[in-house]
């Protein structure tokens, strides 16, 4: 550690400090910035909630199911989160496994390679995990959901599978091969930035690779794989095309492995084109639904973050 | 608990780079001994080849024999991960865990050998190594509260308590006080002359008021030249060292008319 | 000036219509009634006029390997839409195909994910062809639960992907097999003719408006060699506008949509039935009392 000393400045007498004009250039403009994104959430939210009165205030019995704005969503909140949680369950360790591989274990050249063919699965469009989900991958989950079916049918999830593969659990593992990039991406730069300091200390301690993974890199890492996680679960809960294209949507039901529910996203993509009045309204709250599930799942995250901020090792 | 350390010709290697030369020394146990030499004398590199820590950097590896007790450390089969069990290591910054408390910190290196542990042997073990390390007083009513809150001279004596925690036969020190001021310097060098009662201690020091204050013996580390490997200049007893140096470059460099 | 498509639904377009902010448009639907009490408000007391521009068969495409030529009634059709029927060699469907082996494969039925004027004439036919098998009121949303899928091609993708399935989709986008429906005593599979002579067999509908080609399609039709399950796509355009260079315009344009070279092109790209000679002559004449100014 070697001091570099700072040139002392003369401090002027009068309290006000030089505004430097570059210094206002950027100040204003990254203020500038962050009212617009602030803007345009608060535009969005207001134009939902314009546009979502309609339904949210129309006779039980005009609303698509007859039951009502809340009997017509509720399900469909049920599809969304369901199908968005099971792709994060699903997708989280196995990004955290790569990017343990690649930042920790893999040789440097080879790590590179991975981290790249991960990042270039999240330039597919959805539309094409959409298609293969449908016809290449459904067809062959077949036989595991009847297997299912057979030995664990007593479990509700699992009550009756369907014959084309075009279920939730397909749209939630096609999701999770969807959200697995980000949250690789995410983990592996977190992992890489884990003080060699603190790798060293675990090390030096007598641990083995995976122990020093454990005491170090893990909890080093775990705001930013957090962090991730989030960032995924926030595309997988607004993934539209794939969601819409694979899965056969319908009535609730709590089995996952069979035809049925819906998502948000994808109610809302497949019946817009033809929807007009109350219908088109109805659409539009859904997607307010949407966007507050999105915010609460957000403020979850950052709580968790901040709940441990004292031991974070920001110091 | 302590053990003699026999390094015999060892050279180390950064892949095609010869980083140290033919290194041949003995440390007694219950003693104190200091590397000393100018930055990029292979003082650090030597250190950390008595635990295996150089293996971390990739491409790194040694010619010769370190025996602890008799064992050499790079006999066919010698688990590094054991090698650093018996070997503890303190680090030039304090590096405490940041998720972990003080107590989880203490505790840490214990829990890796995944021994079960009663809580109350825990609080016995944390408190024994916290007093071990002259940290006990200042931390004993916040030990759940996190390690890194510490002042620097603190979290270092942390480190000292993570290590001494596993019990190991040997502590190596690399530059333990370089990031501390004068006051917590004081602190630590006077828990390394009470630690050398129990253990052989190993410290590499810029300081070389600090290698006379702590040490029994002293090895002098120089290079002829940049690109040239680092050697053992002189090694002997701390007195003879400072006062009467065989070696011309040794005592250019003790009475700092080095470079 | 140009004409400018705005692709949203009939539903939207109607309101588009009724609120003057199109010209014309085109729907699946004619106006209801409600609508077309809403729409003098732009038009004129003339209302507006439906032209029918686009007919398109609905075929019922199935998968199954080892039977080809598959000839369902209406009533065994609607049973089996409805999941009355739920096994291939059900005696009904064997009554229809007496020189079919039919596997005792489960029947799959795969209807539109997403709201449909496709779906909505599929229904509409099953309730006029087969009232006592189909009890649902017609809609864009299919009220079975069963295999679902997105557009017509999402349909037919799933039907080719999976054996023992039957559905329904838009004629042009139908690549395998598809059932030939009962007519009368006799079985026709869909084509552009047949389709096109269910249109010239079906009774104006009363939509008020003196001329208008509004068709209350015969579903039930027992007429030879006829397709009953078309969708219609109307051109909406009213009576009259304020203005005659607009007036003009659309009924340029309306011309050539109906004309030969416009239905050829429409039935090369959509894969659609042309209109038949009588129609065309009739909508030419209809389109000639447009007024404006």
Known sequence: MTATPTPARRQPSSAKPVRRPGDLFFSSASIGSATIILLTLAGVAVFLLIEALPALTAPADEVSGGAGFAGYVWPLVVGTVVASLVAMVLATPVAVGIALFVSHYAPRRLGQSIGFVIDLLAAVPSVVFGMWGMSVFAPRLVPLYEWLEQNLGFIPLFADASTSGRTLMTASIVLAVMILPIITAVSREVFLQTPSLHEEAALALGATKWEMIRTAVLPFGMPGVIGGTMLGLGRALGETMAVAIILSPGIFTWNLIGSGNNTIPAEIALNFPEAAGLRLSELIAAGLVLFVITLAVNLFARWIVDRRAEFSGAN | MSKRIDVNDLDIYYGDFHAVKDVTMTIEPRSVTAFIGPSGCGKSTFLRTLNRMHEVIPGARVDGEVLIDGQNLYAKGVDPVDVRRQVGMVFQRPNPFPTMSIKENVLAGVRLNSKRMSGKAADELAERALRGANLWNEVKDRLDKPGAGLSGGQQQRLCIARAIAIQPEVILMDEPCSALDPISTLAIEDLISDLKTDYTVVIVTHNMQQAARVSDKTGFFNLKATGQPGELVEYDSTQTIFNNPREKATEDYISGRFG | MTVQYNSVGSGAGRENLIAGASDFIGSDAYLDEEERAAVVDTCGDGGAYHIPVYISPVAVPYNLPGVDGLQLKPDTLAQIMNQDITVWNDPAIAEDNPDAELPDTEITVVHRSDD????????????????????????????????????????????????????????????????????????????????????????PADTGVEGDMALELARDTTESGAYPIVLVSYHVACSAYDDAERANLVKDFLAYVVSEDGQATAAEAAGSAPISESTRERALELIDTIQGG
């Open chain 3, 116 to 203: 449909s004027g496709t779906t909505e004439n599929f229904m509409e036919y099953l309730s006029a062809a087969a009232p006592d098998s189909w009890p649902h009121e017609a809609d864009a949303a299919w009220p079975v639960q069963g295999e679902a899928a997105a557009q017509n091609t999402g349909v037919i993708q799933v039907i080719n992907d999976n054996e023992g399935t039957i559905g329904y989709a838009d004629a042009s986008v139908v690549t395998g097999q598809a059932a030939a429906v009962g007519v009368g005593d006799e079985f026709v599979d869909f084509s552009p003719e047949a389709a096109a002579k269910v249109v010239d067999a079906s009774e």
